[in-house]
């Protein structure tokens, strides 16, 4: 009875959580997909916005967590809900259903002019703490919070809604949501067929040079083919872009894989949170998606269009 339990109890592998944090991976964005691809603008937009959101609040609440756990001063109520109020707000100021769709140089002035009225909140936020000895952490922890999660994430709107003539935002988020997460598996195939050079143990024991290698080549390969099935539909897409960015986005998906294994480790956690059990919190499922939707973005409005 007691081997029962125990082997019931006994850790999962590292094959059976990657499959179920891509099986939850798979179904969070097909539900998001399904929603663009409606053809019901209202469905697309409002699913959109809600799930942006709940990824944004699940996401801060497991990064203030982790700086809670550390000991360090943080304002999280603040931080939640600045980084919601960011999302909604970039949602009317962009989606085109309230008013018309702002351009991206008038998105960036809103953007500026929202962090630093964040700012500002903080220090007033500060003002009236009992723990005078740690303003300039309480505000640097929670302006982090926001960088890392919400804005980064805020970068999906952006690409959905981009909003110039002739390009189609849907397929450019669901080709870097593909080509992310090839990345993330031709990592994990490469890993752990033919990894033997750790990258950076200290950070994450299980990165090696042979899976980084794998997942530049499958998530390159994923982007030509994909490329190659959208065709015009991706505007601007070559060949040439879709080897190039296949490569960036690929390596970018490793790196912010990295960041979050940085913050968790020194958090002294396995995972970034208990809200799937057995796999991991939001922040594990987003972690590569993160710095891609940026890079994305920028390159599709400088370079693709």
Same mark, same amino acid.
Request: proline residues 3%; aromatic residues 14%; positive net charge.
């Given at each position: 009875?007691?081997?029962?339990?125990?082997?019931?109890?006994?850790?999962?592998?590292?094959?059976?959580?990657?499959?179920?944090?891509?099986?939850?991976?798979?179904?969070?964005?097909?539900?998001?997909?399904?929603?663009?691809?409606?053809?019901?603008?209202?469905?697309?937009?409002?699913? =959109?916005?809600?799930?942006?959101?709940?990824?944004?609040?699940?996401?801060?609440?497991? =990064?203030?967590?982790?700086?809670?756990?550390?000991?360090?001063?943080?304002?999280?109520?603040?931080?939640?809900?600045?980084?919601?109020?960011?999302?909604?707000?970039?949602?009317?100021?962009?989606?085109?259903? =309230?008013?018309?769709?702002?351009?991206?140089?008038?998105?960036?002035?809103?953007?500026?002019?929202?962090?630093?009225?964040?700012?500002?909140?903080?220090?007033?936020?500060?003002?009236?703490?009992?723990?005078?000895?740690?303003?300039?952490?309480?505000?640097?922890?929670?302006?982090?919070?926001?960088?890392?999660?919400?804005?980064?994430?805020?970068?999906?709107?952006?690409?959905?809604?981009?909003?110039?003539?002739?390009?189609?935002?849907?397929?450019?988020?669901?080709?870097?949501?593909?080509?992310?997460?090839?990345?993330?598996?031709?990592?994990?195939?490469?890993?752990?067929?033919?990894?033997?050079?750790?990258?950076?143990?200290?950070?994450?024991?299980?990165?090696?040079?042979?899976?980084?290698?794998?997942?530049?080549?499958?998530?390159?390969?994923?982007?030509?083919?994909?490329?190659?099935?959208?065709?015009?539909?991706?505007?601007?897409?070559?060949?040439?872009?879709?080897?190039?960015?296949?490569?960036?986005?690929?390596?970018?998906?490793?790196?912010?894989?990295?960041?979050?294994?940085?913050?968790?480790?020194?958090?002294?956690?396995?995972?970034?949170?208990?809200?799937?059990?057995?796999?991991?919190?939001?922040?594990?499922?987003?972690?590569?998606?993160?710095?891609?939707?940026?890079?994305?973005?920028?390159?599709?409005?400088?370079?693709?269009?």
């Amino acid at each position: 009875m007691s081997e029962a339990i125990s082997s019931a109890r006994a850790p999962l592998s590292k094959g059976a959580i990657f499959f179920r944090r891509l099986f939850s991976f798979v179904i969070l964005w097909t539900v998001v997909i399904g929603a663009l691809f409606s053809g019901h603008k209202a469905l697309s937009d409002w699913v =959109f916005l809600a799930i942006i959101g709940l990824l944004a609040v699940c996401g801060l609440v497991e =990064f203030y967590g982790m700086v809670r756990k550390l000991g360090y001063a943080c304002f999280d109520r603040l931080g939640i809900f600045g980084g919601l109020l960011l999302i909604v707000a970039t949602f009317v100021y962009i989606s085109g259903d =309230f008013r018309p769709a702002a351009s991206p140089s008038r998105m960036n002035d809103f953007e500026t002019s929202f962090f630093i009225l964040f700012v500002l909140g903080l220090c007033i936020r500060q003002f009236v703490s009992r723990r005078v000895n740690t303003g300039i952490l309480a505000i640097a922890t929670t302006l982090l919070g926001l960088m890392y999660v919400p804005w980064l994430l805020n970068f999906i709107q952006k690409i959905n809604f981009f909003g110039q003539a002739g390009v189609d935002g849907h397929y450019y988020v669901l080709y870097f949501v593909l080509v992310t997460k090839f990345s993330d598996c031709g990592a994990y195939a490469f890993g752990s067929l033919f990894g033997r050079h750790k990258m950076i143990p200290r950070i994450s024991p299980g990165k090696t040079w042979e899976g980084f290698g794998g997942a530049i080549l499958v998530s390159t390969a994923a982007s030509v083919l994909f490329a190659r099935w959208a065709g015009p539909r991706l505007t601007g897409m070559t060949l040439a872009h879709s080897i190039l960015l296949g490569m960036i986005l690929s390596v970018a998906a490793v790196i912010g894989d990295l960041i979050e294994s940085l913050f968790k480790r020194e958090a002294g956690l396995k995972d970034s949170g208990s809200l799937f059990p057995g796999i991991g919190g939001i922040l594990d499922l987003l972690d590569s998606l993160l710095f891609n939707a940026p890079l994305m973005y920028l390159y599709l409005r400088h370079i693709l269009t």
